[in-house]
């Protein structure tokens, strides 16, 4: 049977490790890492991504300041707003809540945060950084994946991965690390042709699509080891039943009116798998906790 990568367990270990250390920079500094979070307009999923990021520092001893701008802001004020965070003393690292209203340039916003203060490691400087394998400020959900595996004593060594999407947020820092990892690495995306061969192919597959329980048991060679980044609420009966069937906990849930999550890669491709992180309780946990650590990461390098 398929063993679980538990990334609620994993994190909730790894930030024990963070609040001991943020003790120490207290105690060392005589003042705590702050993250700055800011939100432009009334996105409810973005305003519950932010809610939890704060509360998640709160947890650990991390202070943190949010700034809500309506979603009129114009671009320059956003941009003034992250001028003045990047100027503050008072704060280590900035997080801009994605996605951005459309008359909001994501990118210009990007790069405005400095790359001192960019906790979600994707300003330019940072994934240069990256790319030649000396960042400090890494993106998070890829970070947790490694961190995820290395955790599991899963060796990356030698090991064929395969990481299916080529976001700047996920599959293409991820395909950096894996590689930093001595792992040959695959990236796949839409154009690949042939996609299941690729992928089982992998001794380690990452699912990074969006594209819920889109690689099925033929996806996955036996005993392969499966992360699955993809989280996609589930909107239609027709899906739910598909993915899960009719007689499953997930099945009631949805009828009951409870949010349903999928991942990308289909329950009964898991059973092939040796490892596997679930959705939810995988990734996810682990990219806050990245999120922290970047924090304190960046407080420890503008003290020095
Ligand atoms: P994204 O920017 O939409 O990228 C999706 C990638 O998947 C693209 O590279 C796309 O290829 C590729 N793709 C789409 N359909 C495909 C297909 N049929 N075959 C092969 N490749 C295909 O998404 P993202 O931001 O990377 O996020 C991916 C998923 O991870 C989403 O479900 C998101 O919610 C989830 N996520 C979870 C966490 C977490 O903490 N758990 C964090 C971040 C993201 P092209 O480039 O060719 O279009």
């Given at each position: 049977m398929a063993g679980i990568i538990d990334g609620k367990r994993l994190a909730d270990s790894i930030r024990q490790e963070i609040a001991a250390s943020v003790n120490e920079f207290y105690k060392t500094y005589g003042e705590r890492p702050c993250l700055a979070a800011v939100l432009v307009g009334e996105d409810p999923a973005s305003q519950v991504y932010v809610r939890n990021k704060v509360r998640a520092c709160e947890q650990i001893g991390i202070r943190s300041e949010s700034y809500h701008l309506s979603a009129g802001a114009t671009e320059a004020e956003l941009l003034d707003r992250i001028e003045h965070l990047n100027s503050s003393n008072n704060v280590d690292g900035i997080l801009l809540q994605l996605p951005l209203p459309a008359s909001i340039s994501k990118m210009k916003a990007l790069d405005t945060i400095s790359p001192a203060k960019d906790v979600d490691g994707l300003h330019p400087i940072n994934v240069g950084l990256l790319v030649q394998g000396r960042a400090e400020l890494i993106a998070c959900t890829p970070s947790g994946v490694i961190e995820a595996l290395r955790r599991s004593q899963v060796s990356m060594t030698g090991k064929s991965a395969v990481v299916v999407g080529r976001s700047d947020l996920v599959g293409k820092p991820l395909a950096l690390l894996l590689m930093q990892e001595n792992a040959t690495v695959t990236v796949c995306h839409s154009r690949t042709q042939n996609l299941q061969h690729v992928v089982s192919s992998g001794d380690i597959v990452i699912a990074a699509m969006g594209?819920?329980?889109?690689?099925?048991?033929?996806f996955i060679k036996e005993g392969a080891i499966v992360v699955d980044v993809g989280t996609t609420v589930l909107k239609e009966e027709s899906e739910v039943s598909r993915i899960?069937?009719?007689?499953?906990r997930k099945w009631e849930d949805f009828q009951q009116g409870k949010t349903v999550l999928a991942g990308d890669v289909h329950p009964a491709a898991y059973?092939?798998?040796?490892m596997y992180t679930p959705v939810p309780g995988g990734v996810g946990p682990l990219t806050i906790t990245m999120l922290l650590k970047n924090t304190l990461r960046a407080a420890q390098l503008r003290r020095r």
């Amino acid at each position: 049977m398929a063993g679980i990568i538990d990334g609620k367990r994993l994190a909730d270990s790894i930030r024990q490790e963070i609040a001991a250390s943020v003790n120490e920079f207290y105690k060392t500094y005589g003042e705590r890492p702050c993250l700055a979070a800011v939100l432009v307009g009334e996105d409810p999923a973005s305003q519950v991504y932010v809610r939890n990021k704060v509360r998640a520092c709160e947890q650990i001893g991390i202070r943190s300041e949010s700034y809500h701008l309506s979603a009129g802001a114009t671009e320059a004020e956003l941009l003034d707003r992250i001028e003045h965070l990047n100027s503050s003393n008072n704060v280590d690292g900035i997080l801009l809540q994605l996605p951005l209203p459309a008359s909001i340039s994501k990118m210009k916003a990007l790069d405005t945060i400095s790359p001192a203060k960019d906790v979600d490691g994707l300003h330019p400087i940072n994934v240069g950084l990256l790319v030649q394998g000396r960042a400090e400020l890494i993106a998070c959900t890829p970070s947790g994946v490694i961190e995820a595996l290395r955790r599991s004593q899963v060796s990356m060594t030698g090991k064929s991965a395969v990481v299916v999407g080529r976001s700047d947020l996920v599959g293409k820092p991820l395909a950096l690390l894996l590689m930093q990892e001595n792992a040959t690495v695959t990236v796949c995306h839409s154009r690949t042709q042939n996609l299941q061969h690729v992928v089982s192919s992998g001794d380690i597959v990452i699912a990074a699509m969006g594209k819920p329980a889109f690689l099925g048991p033929d996806f996955i060679k036996e005993g392969a080891i499966v992360v699955d980044v993809g989280t996609t609420v589930l909107k239609e009966e027709s899906e739910v039943s598909r993915i899960f069937g009719t007689s499953s906990r997930k099945w009631e849930d949805f009828q009951q009116g409870k949010t349903v999550l999928a991942g990308d890669v289909h329950p009964a491709a898991y059973e092939r798998a040796s490892m596997y992180t679930p959705v939810p309780g995988g990734v996810g946990p682990l990219t806050i906790t990245m999120l922290l650590k970047n924090t304190l990461r960046a407080a420890q390098l503008r003290r020095r």
